[in-house]
Every structure is written in C-alpha cells, then in structure tokens.
C-alpha cells in the first residue's frame, strides 16, 4: 500500500485496554528549516496521580519521645501558656521530641503573692511586678516556694511556671532552667512564641550551660529554632552526645 504523501500526515483513533479513548499521529519526517519534527506520544484523555496524602512518606528521622509537662500561670503572666507549649514542642519535634500538657493550673493573685511576695517590699509591688530570684549557688526562697507547689501538684516529668518577671542572677536574664529540679520559669519575653521555653528545655535536656552547644535555638548569639543533630541526639538520651558536648564546653 503506498504511503502517505509528502506534507501530510496519518491519524488512528482506537481504544487502549483500558478503554480510555486514545489519539496516535504520525508526524512527517522530512525537516523543517534544519530541524527534524519531533513525533508526537500517546498520551491518556484522563490523569490518575496518586493524591498527595496516599504517597508513601519518607520515615521519621527520629521515633517519638513524649514528656509530659504540668504548666503553672502566676497572676500577672502575659504569655499564653498554650501557645508557649504548642510552640515549644513544634521546635522540639525536629528531634522526635513533644511536650504535652499534664495538668494546668492558674493562680490568682492572692495565691500569686502567697508563692512570690517573699519580702516587706514584695508586699507592696503590683503582682505583675512580682519576680521569681533564680541562683545557680543557692535556692532562694521563690524556688523553694515553686519547688514546694510542683510537688504537692506533680502529674508530669517536667514543670514550667509562667511567672510576672523572672530573674536568673547570673546572666540577668528574663527566664531560667532550674538547676536542682525539672523546673523552668518563664517571665517577660521579647522573642516569638515558643522559643524561651523551648530554649530553657534545652538546658534540662541537653547542657544546663551555654559552653559547647552551637544550635541557633541554645545559642543567643544568632537566636533561630534550628537544632542541631548532636544537640538532638544529647536530648533523646545519647550518652556518646553528651560526653562530645561536655568535650567541648572544656
């Protein structure tokens, strides 16, 4: 049978087995201005993509660790305790680490005072001028105090109290990781949600000083909610991790 004629070019119509309509043509061979005409695929009228939610997901990097945490809110707190939480274990989860909520428990200012108001002046100060005195050589007597009001309301592994103000003598700074229990007090912030807390997680989980750990979300210097692998690895338990941050801090 001759072929087709030169310039034109042949179109079937058929079925595939599936019995989508289908169209095949066959291009002409000869070049157009020096180039060859590309020939045209068989291609389906429909498209059957898998839906995004059915593809197969890559693994965690990490198995999931769950703390659970009892939060406390003094009178004269501004921050949201909730969102403080959801946050924090938002940053968290990029090393397979989540904060829960145990217990929740909010103060009035009566209560507030009876936990903070430690001195004659104290008593005179509005209760949003009231302060946690966080020491690293001595428990003082808001601590004591913290301490004592974790223990008779313990649900969780962990404690946060959302304090008026806050100060670590140290440093100066506006929140602390207690040193002698799973406690953090969180005051005043200046950063977005979540990061103070998780921030002072870290020092619990991960190195209770700044010296050798480089992750934005521990170093101030660069403040960012990006931890770093041996960071991550310290916190889930990974004594080789702990012992390299320790190396370092020397």
């Not at 070019?9 to 058929?14: A, C, I, L, M, V």
């Not at 059957?48 to 659970?68: F, G």
Request: negative net charge; proline residues 6%.
């Amino acid at each position: 049978m001759a072929g087709p004629e030169p310039g034109t070019g042949t179109s079937t119509r058929g079925t595939d087995q599936r019995g989508i309509s289908t169209v095949s043509r066959g291009i002409e061979d000869r070049s157009l201005d020096g180039q060859e005409a590309i020939p045209l695929t068989t291609t389906s009228t429909t498209t059957e993509a898998v839906p995004l939610e059915q593809r197969p997901q890559a693994p965690p990097k990490y198995s999931l660790i769950v703390k659970k945490v009892d939060v406390f809110r003094l009178a004269g707190s501004n921050l949201d305790p909730d969102q403080e939480m959801a946050a924090a274990s938002r940053i968290w989860s990029q090393c397979g680490i989540e904060f829960t909520i145990a217990s929740r428990k909010d103060y009035n200012e009566a209560e507030t005072r009876r936990l903070l108001a430690i001195t004659l002046e104290d008593e005179m100060k509005a209760s949003s001028e009231l302060r946690v005195i966080v020491r690293l050589d001595q428990v003082t007597p808001s601590m004591q105090n913290l301490r004592n009001e974790w223990s008779k309301n313990k649900r969780g592994a962990y404690a946060v109290f959302f304090a008026p103000n806050v100060l670590f003598t140290t440093s100066g700074a506006r929140s602390a990781a207690d040193p002698g229990a799973n406690i953090i007090y969180i005051g005043q912030s200046d950063f977005w949600p979540g990061f103070v807390v998780a921030h002072e997680f870290g020092h619990h989980l991960i190195s209770p000083g700044h010296y050798g750990l480089e992750s934005p979300l521990m170093h101030l210097s660069y403040p960012g909610n990006e931890i770093v692998e041996l960071e991550c690895r310290a916190a889930r338990g990974d004594a080789r991790a702990k012992y390299e941050i320790i190396r370092r801090s020397q």
